[in-house]
């Protein structure tokens, strides 16, 4: 019997039960696999038959994990990742030589950045940044010699979308590769694939864990971009642990049903900071004020879970609020069950100039919020004690 509805694919794609008869994926805690013979390893190295040769390579723990997410997002293929840096930096190097161009969307996550603005231009990789609020100039900016657009929609942490149909088309006509990070979406709220991007990254470290306790990432694609994907890894090493491959891929079972629930505290929270006397903005995408609420509408399936907010009184006033939280943790982590705070301007985006940081939507009084899934009524008192006494 064949599912297409996504929380079966989530909890049944599983790895061929064992003789032993488990209910549960098992641990292939191995670094290497045995061969029945000196043919079959023959063969194997020769990548004339599959199997698993090293766990560098691929463990069965990893291919249920890959096998999931490719279900999820409608890819053909994949790779996972120690981290989702690996996982980012495997998703463009591949790609790209000395002499090519890339076009980056400024509103991505900081790391990101500084892949691209600091190793790249060692290799002789030239960039281009794209503004986020000025799609109209994205066409002027390609190049003769630009290889692949990199964006992140929702982006961190403004929360700014990109028109993900409108953006694969205009890379189409150029033959360029589109490269999506869809992190705060998640497959289940958004699927870049379809809608015509190449590539799709992952922290798996986020709301695919949910728990905060394992680090990886993904990159999804077609198996012939994949397989420049594999060869590079296989030789530079960025391999995910099983055991977080298992951590991830029993993750996935309740990623729907925690999405909901982060996307429903979300809105509640974004609607009471909304009304707030001493909230400047608010950015949440199923917000109906959010300036590009009809696309969230047409392309996402709910918001998030990331609220985005300017409080009044600058950044003294932010480390005031976050040192007034009691139940929130105060970590640069999201996507947690549990909810957290951070001020973007002295962490997460601290190596950026006061400019640079204003361009991407990151004020000096910036707020996100991770929301978790405590009872909303709950996050909506702890947020609101923290602005009383913050002042």
């Given at each position: 019997m064949?599912?297409?509805?996504?929380?079966?694919?989530?909890?049944?794609t599983?790895?061929?039960?064992s003789?032993?008869?488990?209910?549960?994926?098992?641990?292939?805690?191995?670094?290497?696999?045995?061969?029945e013979?000196?043919?079959?390893?023959?063969?194997?190295?020769?990548?004339?038959?599959?199997?698993?040769?090293?766990t560098?390579?691929?463990?069965?723990?990893?291919?249920e994990?890959?096998?999931k997410?490719?279900?999820?997002?409608?890819?053909?293929?994949?790779?996972?990742?120690?981290s989702?840096?690996?996982?980012?930096?495997?998703?463009?190097?591949?790609?790209?030589?000395?002499g090519?161009?890339?076009?980056?969307?400024k509103?991505?996550?900081?790391?990101?950045?500084?892949?691209?603005?600091?190793?790249?231009?060692?290799?002789?990789?030239?960039?281009?940044?794209?503004?986020?609020?000025k799609?109209?100039?994205?066409?002027?900016?390609?190049?003769?010699?630009?290889?692949?657009?990199?964006?992140?929609?929702?982006?961190?942490?403004?929360?700014d979308?990109?028109?993900?149909e409108?953006?694969?088309?205009?890379?189409?006509?150029?033959?360029?590769l589109?490269?999506v990070?869809?992190?705060?979406?998640t497959?289940?709220?958004?699927?870049?694939?379809?809608?015509?991007?190449?590539?799709?990254?992952?922290?798996?470290?986020?709301?695919?864990?949910?728990?905060?306790?394992?680090?990886g990432?993904?990159?999804?694609a077609?198996?012939?971009?994949?397989?420049?994907?594999?060869?590079?890894?296989?030789?530079?090493?960025?391999?995910?642990?099983?055991?977080?491959?298992?951590?991830?891929?029993?993750?996935?079972?309740?990623?729907?049903v925690?999405?909901?629930?982060?996307?429903?505290?979300?809105l509640k929270l974004?609607?009471?900071?909304?009304?707030?006397?001493?909230?400047?903005?608010?950015?949440?995408?199923?917000?109906?004020?959010?300036?590009?609420?009809?696309?969230?509408?047409?392309?996402?399936?709910?918001?998030?879970?990331?609220?985005?907010?300017?409080?009044?009184?600058?950044?003294?006033r932010?480390?005031k609020?976050?040192?007034?939280?009691?139940?929130?943790?105060?970590?640069a982590?999201?996507?947690?069950?549990?909810?957290?705070?951070?001020?973007?301007?002295?962490t997460?985006?601290?190596?950026?100039?006061d400019?640079?940081r204003?361009?991407?939507?990151?004020?000096?009084?910036?707020?996100?919020?991770?929301?978790?899934?405590?009872?909303?009524?709950?996050?909506?008192?702890?947020?609101?004690?923290?602005?009383?006494?913050s002042?």
């Amino acid at each position: 019997m064949e599912y297409t509805n996504f929380e079966t694919l989530a909890i049944r794609t599983q790895t061929e039960r064992s003789q032993n008869r488990e209910h549960s994926a098992p641990i292939y805690m191995t670094s290497s696999f045995v061969f029945e013979d000196a043919e079959q390893a023959r063969a194997m190295f020769a990548d004339e038959v599959g199997g698993n040769l090293y766990t560098r390579f691929s463990n069965p723990n990893n291919s249920e994990f890959i096998e999931k997410m490719c279900l999820m997002e409608g890819a053909e293929d994949g790779f996972a990742t120690a981290s989702g840096m690996s996982a980012v930096f495997s998703s463009m190097a591949p790609f790209l030589n000395s002499g090519d161009h890339i076009l980056l969307c400024k509103s991505v996550f900081g790391s990101s950045l500084q892949i691209v603005t600091q190793i790249f231009p060692k290799w002789g990789i030239e960039y281009t940044f794209a503004p986020i609020d000025k799609p109209e100039t994205w066409e002027s900016l390609i190049k003769p010699n630009t290889k692949m657009v990199m964006i992140e929609t929702p982006s961190n942490p403004a929360l700014d979308l990109i028109d993900l149909e409108w953006l694969s088309s205009l890379c189409k006509k150029h033959k360029i590769l589109l490269n999506v990070d869809n992190c705060f979406a998640t497959p289940y709220l958004q699927n870049p694939i379809k809608l015509g991007a190449d590539i799709v990254t992952h922290s798996a470290t986020k709301f695919i864990d949910g728990q905060g306790r394992a680090i990886g990432g993904i990159i999804l694609a077609s198996k012939e971009l994949i397989k420049q994907v594999r060869f590079f890894c296989r030789h530079t090493g960025p391999a995910l642990s099983p055991f977080n491959s298992w951590i991830f891929s029993k993750s996935l079972e309740t990623l729907a049903v925690r999405m909901d629930r982060h996307c429903e505290n979300a809105l509640k929270l974004a609607t009471f900071l909304e009304q707030h006397p001493d909230v400047e903005l608010v950015k949440y995408p199923f917000l109906p004020s959010h300036p590009q609420y009809q696309l969230a509408k047409k392309q996402m399936r709910a918001g998030g879970g990331i609220v985005t907010f300017i409080i009044k009184g600058g950044v003294d006033r932010g480390r005031k609020f976050l040192n007034a939280t009691e139940m929130a943790s105060h970590s640069a982590n999201l996507g947690d069950t549990r909810t957290i705070v951070t001020h973007p301007a002295s962490t997460t985006h601290s190596k950026l100039s006061d400019a640079d940081r204003e361009s991407v939507g990151i004020f000096p009084g910036t707020i996100r919020i991770s929301v978790g899934l405590e009872h909303s009524d709950d996050i909506i008192a702890e947020i609101r004690q923290a602005l009383e006494n913050s002042k």
